[in-house]
C-alpha cells in the first residue's frame, strides 16, 4: 500500500517510546476506592518575542502568543471508565507591519465510554467519540480577501465502537475499531462547491452557474485504531503521545488518514514550562492548495504529509 510507511514510521515511535517493565510486568493491583468523578482544568499562556534597535545584522520584530484550555471531567469504578475532556487552542502571530496572522487555531471534544465484564481485566468494549473544527477563518496569507477555512468548514466527527485495552488506561492505550463513521463537514457554501476538504464540489453549466450545489457534509465508514501514551522520560520531562490511524472501506480502501501528535512538557516550576510540540496529518481527501504567480489565484496539488512543529515557554495553571 503506498501509504504503509507512514504507518511504519508512526509504530517504530510509538513501540521505541513504550517502556516494557510497564507492559508486561505484573503490578499490584489498586485497592477499589469506590466510584469516581474527577475534574480537572488547565489553561496555558505560551508567549515568544522578538525586538531589534539599530541591529546592523538586520530582522523583524515580532511577537507571537498561543492560549490554550484544557478542561476534562472523568467517571471511573469497578467495571466503567469514562473520559471527557475538551481543548481550545488559539495562536496568533504580529510582525512590524505586516498584518495579524493566526498560527493555531483548534476546537476538540473527546467522550470515550468502557466496559470491562470482569473488574480484574485490563480489556474494555469501548464506544468513542471525537469532534474537532476551528474557530475562526484561515486563510492562505497573504491573501485575506478568500478563506480557505471557517468554522464547520472543515470540521470532522469520528463516533465508533471497538474494544480497547489499558492496563494503566490512563497512561497507555490501545484501540481498535471495526466499526467507525467519519463525517467531515464543510457547511460554508463557497468551500463546499469548490469541493474542499474532500466533498463533492457543484455541478457547473458551460456559463460557470451551479446546477447541482456542492456537498456540505462527507460520510465515510471504516476502520480505526489509535494509541495513546504518556511517560515520565526524566525528572520533570514528560512525554504525551497520540496516534491515529483511519482507513474507509468504500473509497480506497488501503489509503490510511494518519494523524500523530507527539509532545513535550518540560516544567521548570509550579507555573513555569517549556513546551515542544510536533503534528504530523495525513489525509487522502485533503489537497495542498499553493499560491501562483498571479496574485490572487492558487492551485490545487494532490494530497500531501502536512507536519506542524511548535516550541513555546510560558504559564501554566491548573483550576
Known amino acids: 500500500m503506498k501509504h504503509l510507511q507512514i504507518i511504519f514510521l508512526c509504530l517504530f515511535f510509538n513501540l521505541s517510546f513504550a517502556q516494557p517493565d510497564s507492559l508486561f510486568i505484573k503490578e499490584k493491583k489498586q485497592k477499589y476506592t469506590g466510584p469516581q468523578w474527577i475534574q480537572k482544568n488547565k489553561g496555558t499562556v505560551d508567549i515568544n518575542q522578538v525586538s531589534f534597535t539599530n541591529w546592523n545584522a538586520g530582522g523583524s520584530s515580532s511577537i507571537s502568543g498561543l492560549l490554550g484550555l484544557i478542561s476534562s471531567i472523568n467517571y471511573k469504578d469497578k467495571f466503567f471508565n469514562w473520559k471527557n475532556n475538551t481543548s481550545i487552542r488559539y495562536g496568533i502571530n504580529k510582525q512590524e507591519s505586516r498584518e495579524l496572522r493566526k498560527t493555531d487555531d483548534l476546537f476538540e471534544l473527546n467522550s470515550n465510554l468502557g466496559y470491562k465484564p470482569n473488574s480484574s481485566s485490563d480489556w474494555f468494549y469501548s464506544a468513542r467519540l471525537n469532534f474537532r473544527t476551528q474557530l475562526t477563518n484561515g486563510y492562505n496569507y497573504p491573501n485575506t480577501e478568500e478563506p480557505i477555512s471557517r468554522f464547520l468548514a472543515p470540521g470532522y466527527l ?19 475499531s471495526p466499526i467507525t463513521l467519519k463525517a467531515t463537514f464543510v457547511l460554508d457554501e463557497d468551500l ?62 488501503g489509503n490510511v488518514d494518519v494523524d500523530w501528535r507527539l509532545d513535550f512538557d518540560f516544567k521548570v516550576n509550579s507555573f513555569v514550562r517549556a513546551t515542544l510540540g510536533s503534528h504530523l496529518r495525513y489525509d487522502d481527501d485533503v489537497k495542498i492548495i499553493k499560491p501562483t504567480d498571479v496574485e490572487g489565484e492558487f492551485d490545487e496539488s494532490g494530497a500531501k504529509v502536512q507536519w506542524k512543529q511548535f516550541l513555546g515557554v510560558g504559564f501554566a495553571m491548573d483550576f
Open 158 to 176: 469520528f463516533f465508533g465502537g471497538g474494544m480497547e485495552y489499558g492496563k494503566n488506561i490512563d497512561e497507555l492505550s490501545f484501540y481498535f
Open 192 to 253: 463546499a462547491n469548490a469541493g474542499s476538504f474532500g466533498v463533492e464540489a457543484a455541478v457547473l453549466d458551460d456559463d460557470g452557474n451551479i446546477i447541482v450545489p456542492g456537498e456540505r457534509v462527507r460520510r465515510e465508514f471504516g476502520m480505526l485504531l489509535t494509541n495513546s501514551y504518556e511517560m515520565e522520560i526524566l525528572e520533570n520531562i514528560n512525554l504525551r503521545q497520540q496516534v491515529s490511524l483511519y482507513s474507509d472501506y468504500i473509497n480506497n480502501f
